[in-house]
């Protein structure tokens, strides 16, 4: 029997600043809830932070969204890489530059990969105050695999001028 249809949860990044980084955001949201295999569990906030990073270029949106999936990491991954496409997004981009869209594979279960094309747990979210915030308002009591609480992490985490986007 094979087991490729059993869920697993799996934690999302997403980023833009460019052309409407909220729209963009929003956009992406709906996209990822139509993916097929996949089913959203919790959306954070959205967040305001200035680039990490090159520091000319605007400030970004950012949120964290939680899903179940039957999708492997790697059909995930293309999937969200289609939809930065449909989004404008060009790859091959300067490293750390603007962009409409970044979708990031945060945490897939409590998976350990180490890909060419997919590291996970993503490289460096333990350090990003845009990523850990966000997460933990979706996954409070969240363990993130060799890395630790994201409770814990966040205490060590200076905030950076991160701030909530006010919903209407
Ligand atoms: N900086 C912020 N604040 N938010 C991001 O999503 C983001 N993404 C990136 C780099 C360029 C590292 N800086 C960022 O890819």
């Not at 906030?45 to 090159?54: E, H, K, N, R, V």
């Not at 009591?141 to 060799?146: A, Q, V, W």
Request: glycine share 8%.
């Amino acid at each position: 029997m094979t087991t490729s249809s059993s869920e697993t949860i799996a934690y999302l990044g997403l980023g833009s600043n460019l052309d409407s980084p909220v729209d963009q955001i929003n956009k992406a949201r709906i996209s990822i809830r139509g993916i097929k295999g996949v089913t959203e569990l919790a959306f954070s906030s959205l967040y305001i932070s200035a680039p990490m990073g090159p520091q000319n270029q605007p400030d970004y949106v950012n949120a964290v969204m939680s899903i179940e999936t039957t999708l492997s990491p790697m059909a995930l991954l293309n999937e969200l890489q289609t939809i930065e496409r449909s989004q404008g997004r060009i790859r091959g981009d300067q490293r750390w530059c603007a962009r409409t869209l970044d979708l990031d594979l945060l945490l897939y279960g409590d998976q350990v990969i180490d890909l060419p094309e997919l590291t996970v747990p993503h490289p460096g979210m333990v350090d990003r105050p845009f990523v850990l915030y966000p997460l933990h308002e979706c996954a409070p009591r969240l363990y993130i695999p060799g890395k630790g609480n994201v409770a814990d992490l966040l205490e060590h985490c200076p905030i950076d001028g991160l701030r909530r986007l006010e919903s209407d």
